[in-house]
């Protein structure tokens, strides 16, 4: 069995999950037996820098990454000049990353898949073909039994960017749920976490897309408070970059029980 899973939902927020724990039985189970939290961004609250202070354990200002184009370029991975975890971690165990949203198209670490599409789309079949695509995924490379895998879905923020304040939010959150609910079973320790919540668009402290895009009109925005929850994790996590530490932390204490074994 997997040792450690971490499941990255850009843009999921309490907001929407915790008044409907009665349909998000998956959601509810695991904040109960395990821990939940809030995780508050402090800069700008773009996924781009987040994702990757979630995984290289530094800040905007020490990682240098905010935005997915720089200079009217798209930023590559060779660009940003950190450690990630799989780069510090590999050789020590087997460590797999899926689609890891710090840079378009999303990174992948010794995993292989093609996005259905990327970047911001409105097209719900485009992003429900994706959505079942990493989930499909994500549960062939965990039948493997990798030591940690890292997997981000991306739906719920452009979901909410057009939708924020529909009824199709929450049928997208139930998919989730239910997503949760299958991944969660295969590992022994788990992170959930989002870069960032979501509001409608008026109630974001600063606005990260125009209100018109070639896609359509936008209803909501990033805000700063994302959601963690953790099952079997003692590392005390209280900013995003402490992600990238309890993964080392997790697999350092598991080395040493595997070594006096
Ligand atoms: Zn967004």
Same mark, same amino acid.
């Given at each position: 069995m997997t040792h450690l899973l971490v499941i990255g939902l850009d843009a999921a927020t309490w907001s929407v999950i915790k008044p409907n724990l009665g349909v998000l039985p998956n959601f509810k189970q695991l904040m109960e037996e395990g821990q939940a939290k809030s995780l508050f961004v *402090? /800069? !700008? =609250?773009?996924s781009a820098a987040v994702w990757c202070t979630i995984f290289s354990g530094k800040s905007v200002e020490e990682h240098g990454h905010d935005n997915f184009i720089k200079d009217g370029n798209v930023v590559k991975r060779e660009d940003i000049k950190v450690e990630f975890i799989w780069d510090v971690l590999d050789g020590i165990c087997d460590i797999r990353a899926l689609? =890891?949203?710090?840079?378009y198209p999303p990174y992948n670490f010794k995993c292989d898949y093609t996005p259905v599409e990327f970047g911001l789309s409105s097209k719900l079949d485009d992003l429900e073909q994706d959505t079942d695509g990493i989930f499909y995924k994500a549960i062939d490379i965990l039948e493997e039994n990798p030591d940690v895998f890292i997997v981000v879905f991306t739906a719920l923020d452009k979901l909410q960017h057009f939708h924020? /304040? *529909?009824p199709i939010v929450l049928e997208w959150y139930k998919k989730f749920d239910k997503i949760l609910g299958v991944l969660s079973k295969l590992a022994e320790k788990l992170i959930v976490v989002s870069d960032h919540g979501f509001c409608a668009k008026g109630e974001a &402290? *600063? &606005? $990260?897309?125009? #209100? !018109?895009t070639p896609e359509g009109e936008l209803k909501g925005d990033h805000h700063e408070e994302a959601i963690l929850i953790t099952r079997g994790i003692s590392y005390p996590i209280k $900013?995003? !970059? #402490?992600i990238f530490y309890a993964i080392k932390e997790e697999v350092e204490n598991a080395v040493k029980i595997g070594k006096s074994n």
């Open positions: *402090e /800069g !700008k =609250i773009l689609q =890891i949203p710090f840079v924020w /304040g *529909e &402290r *600063e &606005r $990260t897309l125009p #209100d !018109k $900013t995003h !970059k #402490d």
